[in-house]
């Protein structure tokens, strides 16, 4: 998240210092740095030290997450499906493959 760190820097802060005034580790910090969502409790803390509004890390997320997901190409599904116009079974497939593309892991690659 470049915006956060340029808020860091305009603070003049250190990752480092950022961290031990919100309560968690450099690591952790660094990683919401690099696009990690943070926990709610985390944002408020982080967003209240920078003095920013704390939602501004959810701005957007609904678009980061679809796109982290994988999701196989639509004509997969054409061959199987009873009918086409059907789409509760389209939903259905859909659904079932992001489940399980969540647990075996898989992204979209970009």
């Known amino acids: 998240m ?3 760190r340029r808020i860091r820097n305009f603070h003049r802060l250190t990752q480092r210092e950022v961290a031990e005034r919100v309560g968690i ?3 952790s910090y660094s990683s919401i740095e690099r696009g990690r969502i ?4 985390v944002a408020k803390a982080i967003a209240e030290e920078l003095g920013f ?4 890390f959810y701005d957007g997320i609904e678009e ?17 499906a009873p009918r086409q116009e059907d789409s509760d079974w389209w ?10 593309s969540r647990r ?7």
């Open 2 to 4: 470049d915006w956060l």
């Open 104 to 110: 075996l892991g898989h992204r979209k690659r970009k």
């Open 91 to 100: 939903l259905i497939q859909m659904e079932e493959d992001i489940i399980a």
């Open 38 to 41: 943070p926990s709610v409790p």
């Open 25 to 27: 580790s450099t690591a």
């Open 64 to 80: 980061r997450i679809v796109d982290d997901l994988y999701i196989p190409p639509k004509r997969q599904y054409q061959k199987e």
């Open 53 to 56: 509004d704390w939602m501004k």
